[in-house]
Each structure stands twice: as structure tokens, then as C-alpha cells.
């Protein structure tokens, strides 16, 4: 049975070898660091359900301080030149793009047909992990299909890949860590300290007022903590299933759905989600590097009365 060991075990292993090309390029004058980041990275992916959690965190750790302390540097990667790709382009035109869109469409029609798909009498597929190992396959296919189709150099794939996460950077790993951090606020009870600050200030007594509180402390805690994902169970364990849902009897799925909308809200106006808001910008190479968050805020704003109406029309009807 394939699991999502698996996965990791194939994102470990270009990670390895990202930061072995990462180690050998003179270009790069902090190439060590490079090297020792990606390197934690792929042992965390390699060997991190081997680990105990102390040793997990030390190893977070030491991926912190190497990004923090400026450890990290850009080099230039030998891929395909300029010219190359320019006349690439201009031959395959949209073309292009077929490689990228064999990633959606795998996993799609992997989590729709191989969930129940068996070999003899075991599984093919973990089913409660079918859709991110169908993506992870997704992504496999379509390497395979661009390496036949364009042929570039072997090593062009991982070549690329370092330069692009030399762009990037340390914000690369955020959404992980922000993810994480969730994890680590919901074992520890913050949710519970939350929801006690917020009754005892807030006058949440109403099924109005308790749709607006968690509404609008969603996308403020998502704007804190640069993620929804992190945000959601500390709003939801505060305010959410004990006022919508226990106290004013609203639907549990209504309240989620629309939650985690009003959570991506803050993530349109935070650089703490450095890959959506700064990384763009940076990529780009666009003088105003909280661009991205000012023609975003707006929207953001409009969609968030959108959806705190929303929510208190549909969440206590269903």
C-alpha cells in the first residue's frame, strides 16, 4: 500500500539533492548555509517520524536560526539559458502549461477512482491520505512527461527547483510552520484562554454578535499568524463551537466552511503569509514589496461583511 511516507520520502530526497548542488555551487557565497537548511529539510522529510519531538523541534529550531541570522544566499544554478527558454516559448506556445495541468488532474482523478482501488485484498492507496499521494503522483507524471517531451538536461528539474527556493528562501517553509504553530496553540489551550477573554469582553450573547466575533477574529488572528489553517482551531474552540454551535444551535458545517473563507481574508492583508503577499513581489522584482497587500486590503474587507452576512443568514437556517 502506497502512504504518505512515501510522499515524504520523495520530497526528502529532492530536498537532499538541493542541498547537495546547493553545497557545490561556488557562486554562492553562503552555499553552506544553503546547503546545511535544505539539508535539515530533506531530514526532516526523510526521518522526522523516526524522530521524538524534541528532536523535531530542535531541528525546527536550527532551521530557524539558520534563516534568521542571514545564513542563506543566492547562487546561479546552471539550467537552461535564456535563449533556450525564449525559443522553447515561442515554439510549444500554450503547450507549455500541459505538464502543470497533469498535476491538478491527477489528483483529481485520484482521489475521485483509486480511494477504493485494491491489489489482491490491500488497499493501492492509503484512503485517508488518497488526495495529497495522488498529488504527489501528479507531480511525478508530469516530470516524467516533461523530461520525454522537452528533454532538457537531467539535471535541469532539481537545477531550477534550488533556484527558484534560492528566491524564496526561508518563506518557503512558512505555511508549514504557521500550520504547525496551530497545532501547538490548540494542545496547549489557547483556544480556551480566547474564548474566555472574548466572553468576558465581548458582549456575545446574541447569535449576531457571536457570528461577527468569530467572522472577524478569524481573519484577525489569520492576519497574526500569516494562516488560516493555524487560526481556525483557535477561533473555532473559542468561539465557534461553543457560542454558534453549542450555545445558539448553528450548523457545525455551514460554521467551518464559511469560517475558514472569512480566515482568508487576513491572509490577503498580512506580509506574515510571505508566500502569497511578499514572495509574488519579490519574484516579480516590484519596487513596492507590500504592493501585493495594498491592492489586495479592499477586496479583502468587502469579502469579509460579505461573509459575516453570509454566515449569519445560512449558519443558524440549515
Known sequence: MITLEY????????????AVLSARDRTNAKRLGNA????LVAASFLFGSHLSDFENGLLALALVLIGGFGFLGRGAPATTAAEERRSSAARLGNWLFAPALIIPVTALLGTAFLKDVHVGRVPLLDATQVTIISLALGVMLSLIVTMVWLKP????PLEDGRRLVDTVGWAALLPQMLASLGAVFTLSG???VVGHVATAWLPLNTPLTAVVAYCVGMALFTAVMGNAFAAFPVMTAAVGLPLIVGTFGGDVVVMAS????SG?????????????NIVPAVLLELPDRGGVIKVQAPTAILLLIANTILMYLCVYRF
Not at 36 to 39: H, K, L, R, S, Y
Open 36 to 39: 546545511a537548511f535544505w539539508g
Open 7 to 18: 510522499v515524504y520520502v520523495f520530497g526528502g530526497l529532492i530536498f537532499a539533492a538541493i
Open 258 to 261: 464559511i469560517g475558514m473563507l
Open 264 to 276: 482568508f481574508c487576513g491572509t490577503l492583508t498580512t506580509p506574515m503569509a510571505a508566500n502569497f
Open 153 to 156: 538536461p537531467l539535471l535541469a
Open 190 to 192: 489557547v483556544g480556551a
